[in-house]
């Protein structure tokens, strides 16, 4: 059974502080790693990553995967109070015809004024 | 991005009715749709994906019975909730996959959640 444990469940940071978000996987036929960013409704699409050792950034926000050591993080650096939200890792595989993803736990991320 | 709604937004009935929820893929088509749910605090829990044509494939412990989900066409797929049950309120967010250079895309795109609360 494919398996996504995310940590720490929860954060609460000051502004302007650094986070570090982990994700941590076993699927087999593994595809993509996806990085999604959850507020009051549904996820909003953050990254997706494929291979190792490739950083992927838009502002803020980065993010690496480690597919030997079967991981993945997200930094944010700079965190505004914005950047508070539930913050899901999903694994998406090949195991079926439609390839379903499989989405961790989450992190909730405080960013307080 | 691609765009998914979800109709209603919010729903509150009495228990033992029906209710019906429609996801859309609004400027592209799928073929695929995929119906969570989420508890408060919690991840989102896949109850199955839905195929255009074609039967839904149900994840295991999910009734198809009570959850049933019709792909009539390739932009709208509806799940409705049988008989509802105080138990059954929840949080339920579509998704879809849209189509990149004739491939399929790995990123799901999700519609804005309905929240069924069921008296």
């Known amino acids: 059974e494919d398996k996504v444990v995310q940590s720490p469940l929860s954060l609460v940071v000051h502004e302007g502080d650094t986070v570090t978000l982990n994700c941590s996987y076993e699927?087999?036929?593994?595809?993509?790693l996806l990085w999604y960013k959850q507020e009051k409704k549904a996820p909003t699409f953050l990254f997706m990553l494929t291979s190792s050792g490739i950083e992927k950034k838009s502002g803020r926000l980065s993010s690496i995967l480690d597919k030997k050591e079967l991981f993945s993080i997200l930094n944010i650096t700079a965190t505004q109070t914005g950047d508070s939200a539930v913050y899901l890792c999903a694994v998406h595989s090949d195991n079926t015809n439609a390839g379903k993803s499989t989405f961790g736990d989450g992190t909730t991320l405080t960013v307080k004024p | 991005g691609a765009v998914v709604s979800q109709h209603p937004s919010r729903v509150i009935c009495k228990s033992g009715t029906s209710v019906k929820i429609e996801c859309r893929s609004l400027d592209f088509q799928a073929t695929t749709m995929f119906w969570y749910r989420q508890f408060p605090k919690k991840s989102l829990m896949l109850m199955a994906t839905s195929n255009e044509g074609s039967k839904a494939t149900y994840e295991q412990g999910v009734e198809k019975d009570k959850f049933l989900i019709n792909h009539a066409s390739l932009t709208l797929s509806t799940l409705t909730v049988t008989s509802a049950h105080p138990e059954d309120s929840s949080f339920y967010i579509c998704s879809a996959r849209d189509v990149v250079q004739g491939a399929v895309s790995e990123t799901q795109y999700f519609g804005p959640g309905t929240r069924l609360l069921v008296l």
């Open positions: 699927v087999t036929n593994f595809r993509s």
